[in-house]
């Protein structure tokens, strides 16, 4: 039964359920799709169209959205984008999207950059976990990878978020060979060091980004990191996402494996995705997307958008076409989707 069918039916009585019985209570938020790095595996250096001001969703129209997720079941929200802080207005943004009654859990996804400016207004609103995207431990080998020389900038905001006490901070490593695969074992020691959650992250071919051939697996990082002591199993929390977490014995941090490749999560894969672009993804790596704009826009009432969100969620993918060899590289920009 949908929402607009019957009108006693609130919409918090509805739940996000698609036909392979998956409950679907996390939303990633793209703000924007523009970015203040260009990471190689992300954005490559040329032909970036960005998309037109009007085209990506004002926060009042996000926020609209977001509340009509949350109604319908969505505990956990991820801001992420492009670089979500470089969205002038962003703090109040998120402690307006902090407040939306149902929400359980409110977390960044950043490049780090712009994070120590704005990392008080930022546990103002409410956030306590950070995921910030760190490639390499090598200064000189920074700017090749993001396109700009910051690696102090961002090393300094990894410290101040520590010192002021956000926990987890989770380091995401996108492991490529030739790229990074000579620091595996120093990001895996930085989890002695600091209660960081280092983790390991498998290379998506999404978009014009081309380097399948750099594709290092998480079974092939685990080998090497297991060369400093054996690595052992932590058990799922509630907030966990499909990362497969371990720790090395007396570490303050973990190690954690994101598989989307070698080892998909799909069939208990709990995520839904709101572009900049104002379009609903029920997969990250399929192409299919609903428009939510445009109704919105044309002055749709909130159980309408519930009607467009359901139906959507109800045919979400079961796995997607990487997993069944069905395509080699996915279309669109991971900018505009959220990582
Ligand atoms: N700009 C922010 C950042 O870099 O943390 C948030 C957006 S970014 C798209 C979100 C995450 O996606 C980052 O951790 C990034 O490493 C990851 N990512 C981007 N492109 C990827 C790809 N092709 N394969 C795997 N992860 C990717
Ligand atoms: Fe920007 Fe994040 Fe993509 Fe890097 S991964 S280009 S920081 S959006």
């Given at each position: 039964m949908t929402a607009g069918r019957n009108n006693i039916l609130k919409l918090s009585d509805i739940k996000l359920?698609?036909?392979?019985?998956?409950?679907?209570?996390?939303?990633?938020?793209?703000?924007?799709?523009?970015?203040?790095?260009?990471?190689?595996?992300?954005?490559?250096?040329?032909?970036?169209?960005?998309?037109?001001?009007?085209?990506?969703?004002?926060?009042?129209?996000?926020?609209?959205?977001?509340?009509?997720?949350?109604?319908?079941?969505?505990?956990k929200i991820r801001v992420t984008g492009g670089e979500p802080l470089i969205r002038k207005g962003i703090c109040d943004f998120l402690i307006k999207l902090g407040k939306l009654d149902g929400l359980s859990d409110l977390s960044i996804t950043t490049n780090g950059i712009l994070l120590k400016e704005k990392i008080e207004k930022l546990k103002s609103a409410g956030i306590k976990?950070?995921?910030?995207?760190?490639?390499?431990?090598?200064?000189?080998?920074?700017?090749?990878?993001?396109?700009?020389?910051?690696?102090?900038?961002?090393?300094?905001?990894?410290?101040?978020?520590?010192?002021?006490?956000?926990?987890?901070i989770k380091l995401n490593v996108v492991a490529l060979y030739g790229i990074n695969d000579d620091e595996l074992i120093d990001f895996a020691r930085l989890s002695?060091?600091?209660?960081?959650?280092?983790?390991?992250?498998?290379?998506?071919?999404?978009?014009?980004?081309?380097?399948?051939?750099?594709?290092?697996?998480?079974?092939?990082?685990?080998?090497?990191?297991?060369?400093?002591?054996?690595?052992?199993?932590?058990?799922?929390?509630?907030?966990d996402g499909p990362a497969q977490r371990y720790k090395f014995e007396n570490a303050k941090g973990e190690i954690g494996f994101i598989r989307p490749i070698s080892e998909h999560f799909c069939g208990s894969c709990n995520r839904l995705r709101l572009t900049a672009s104002g379009n609903l993804k029920t997969c990250l790596l399929s192409d299919g997307q609903t428009d939510l704009?445009?109704?919105l826009r044309n002055g749709c009432s909130d159980k309408e958008l519930a009607e467009i969100i359901l139906k959507a969620v109800y045919d979400k993918p079961?796995?997607?076409?990487?997993?069944?060899?069905?395509?080699?590289?996915?279309?669109?920009?991971?900018?505009?989707?959220?990582?």
């Open positions: 359920i698609d036909k392979h019985k998956r409950k679907l209570n996390y939303l990633r938020i793209s703000v924007t799709d523009r970015c203040n790095m260009q990471c190689i595996y992300c954005m490559t250096h040329e032909n970036i169209t960005m998309l037109p001001g009007s085209e990506i969703l004002s926060y009042e129209e996000t926020l609209r959205i977001a509340k009509v997720f949350t109604q319908l079941g969505v505990s976990r950070l995921n910030i995207s760190m490639d390499t431990l090598k200064k000189y080998k920074f700017e090749n990878i993001t396109g700009v020389d910051a690696f102090d900038k961002v090393w300094e905001s990894i410290m101040t978020a520590h010192e002021m006490g956000f926990y987890p002695f060091s600091y209660p960081f959650h280092i983790r390991f992250i498998e290379y998506m071919p999404i978009g014009t980004s081309q380097l399948v051939s750099r594709q290092l697996f998480a079974t092939e990082i685990k080998s090497i990191i297991s060369s400093i002591g054996p690595l052992i199993p932590v058990e799922k929390s509630t907030f704009k445009t109704p079961l796995e997607h076409p990487l997993a069944s060899n069905c395509a080699t590289v996915i279309s669109g920009d991971m900018c505009n989707i959220g990582g």
